[in-house]
């Protein structure tokens, strides 16, 4: 099945693992927790275990939107900031559910990084880049629509593994507005069949 963060399937990330699964300490974080503070240094980089964690900022109205997910099997960390830079993060990353993760402190994962792999940084990067761009011109030249369809596409099972409101938040829509999209993709699927 595709993921939603399928970027990652193309970074080799089998060095990080292995320094998290020796190294690591396990962390259980309740639905609503934060691993990271947005305007704060992120200083654990880990591999959900289970449950899944978002990635939210808050916008003008004070309200909160979903910038990303990390699911079980995935890393979990502000790579862009914290990670790479030592710099405080964008965003939160909160608990979505209840949640364990395997986590490692940043810079010594960094340094072991740096060491054993000496591209490792420059390949995240680039398809972290790769990926923010896509998405970028997606939210420019596709309809919500669109982009639902290629959410879809790319993640079957994601209206049944997040909460609607993350959902609509993730594709920039709101939640009524997604009930509609929703509703309108349901009727062409049974008007088709």
């Known amino acids: ?22 190294h690591g300490k396990i962390y259980v974080y309740a639905k609503g927790d934060m691993l990271a503070r947005q305007g704060h240094v992120c200083r654990h980089i880990g ?5 899944y964690f978002k990635y939210v900022t808050l916008n003008s ?8 997910f990390s699911f079980e099997g995935e890393v979990v960390t502000d790579y862009v900031h914290s990670f790479l830079c030592d710099r405080p993060s964008l965003t939160s990353i909160v608990a979505g559910c209840d949640a364990k993760v395997l986590c490692v402190p940043v810079d010594e994962l960094r340094r072991y990084l740096l060491v054993e792999t000496p ?5 995240a990067s680039s398809n972290l880049l790769q990926e923010a761009y896509r998405r970028y011109l997606n939210c ?18 994601v209206t ?29 699927d049974t008007s088709e069949t």
């Open 61 to 68: 109205k004070g309200q909160e939107v979903a910038t990303g």
């Open 140 to 157: 420019l030249v596709k309809t919500p629509t669109e982009r639902f369809r290629e959410l879809v596409a790319r993640f079957p099972g």
């Open 1 to 22: 099945m595709a993921r939603l963060n399928d970027f990652m399937t193309r970074i080799d990330l089998s060095a990080l693992s292995k320094y998290v699964e020796a």
């Open 47 to 51: 591999i959900v275990k289970s449950g």
């Open 160 to 188: 049944q593994n997040l909460p609607i409101q993350e959902i609509a938040s993730y594709l920039g829509v709101s939640r009524r507005q997604l009930h509609r999209i929703r509703e309108a993709e349901n009727a062409a």
């Open 119 to 123: 591209g490792f940084v420059a390949d």
